[in-house]
């Protein structure tokens, strides 16, 4: 989009940070063209914790990448911070952290967060500062000296969420972070994400496959439908915002999660 078009675009609510349009995408391929996306409308507000949750296919990482400028939209709108995802990403809007923990297993621990500040110009005792904020924040201090290999995936994946956080953008876009974990690692480090997103207030938008961690991680669910990537429905969670594991059995809790799972069938219905 030019850029005197983007001064003619309408001014969203000063708290809407993710706002999503008619937005479609389509990837052009040999077998023919693949509707990844079709006619998404969203707005996420600043401090939310939005799980994306659909069948394998449907558009959940692809719009996640959209935000973050890695794929463009085929037609519609997406702003982020009010402006175009490629402002955004220029003005480190975001982290992005993606299903594997991506760190590099020849620099320490301390390194690979330091990766992003000394790609930005950052002051070395700047960096320092900041490495350590953020090994507090993941529950990682006194690990900077060690490297990848000799930390468990689960220390690892904090790692990669501290690496994230490092350069204190807004917004934490995150694919599907824990998918890989067995459950009960799992069910710690969701605990221990829900404490980070109390502690920073940051807006975080959370790709999974799972409907208990949807439930309990969100402050709202957006259900996706089979390709062409669709929203079939987009729940705002009733729970308080300090959840115990246990807050899992409750009726509540349940009647969440039987709405997202009704609306995963009706987003197949669609077939």
């Known amino acids: 989009m030019p ?13 809407t940070v993710i706002d999503a349009s008619k937005l479609n995408l389509t990837f052009e391929t040999n077998d023919g063209p693949v509707h ?3 006619d ?20 959940k990482t692809t719009f996640l990448r959209v935000m973050a400028d890695l794929e463009q939209p085929t037609s519609g709108q997406i702003l982020v911070n009010g402006v175009l995802p490629e402002v955004a990403r220029r003005n480190r809007a975001y982290g992005y952290v993606f299903q ?20 930005m110009g950052m002051p070395k005792a700047v960096q320092a500062q900041k490495v350590q904020e953020v090994l507090e924040l993941v529950d990682l201090a006194g690990f900077e000296k060690k490297y990848p290999w000799q930390l468990s995936g689960g220390m690892q994946q904090r790692a990669s969420i501290a ?3 490092a350069f204190e953008a807004g917004i934490l876009l995150m694919d599907e972070p824990f998918g890989a974990l067995d459950e009960i690692v799992r069910d710690h480090l969701n605990e221990q994400l829900l404490a980070l997103w109390a502690r920073t207030q940051k807006t975080i938008c959370f790709v999974t496959h799972s409907i208990p961690e949807a439930v309990y991680l969100s402050t709202k669910i957006v ?9 079939t429905d987009v729940i705002d969670s009733p729970l308080p915002r300090e959840r115990p594991l246990d807050i ?14 009704e609306g995963l069938r ?5 077939d």
């Open 266 to 270: 009706a987003g197949h219905a669609y």
């Open 3 to 15: 850029a005197d078009q983007v001064s003619r675009t309408p001014r969203i609510a000063r708290n």
């Open 100 to 119: 594997a923990a991506g760190l590099y297993p020849w620099r320490t621990i301390g390194g690979n967060i330091r990766l992003p500040l000394e790609i």
């Open 163 to 165: 690496r994230a956080l």
């Open 40 to 59: 998404v409308d969203l707005k996420v507000e600043a401090g939310e914790f939005v799980s994306f949750i659909g069948p394998s296919g449907c558009g």
């Open 248 to 261: 899992r059995d409750s009726p509540e809790f349940l009647e969440i999660a039987h709405r997202v799972r």
């Open 36 to 38: 990844a996306l079709r």
């Open 223 to 231: 259900v996706m439908s089979p390709r062409p990537g669709r929203i």
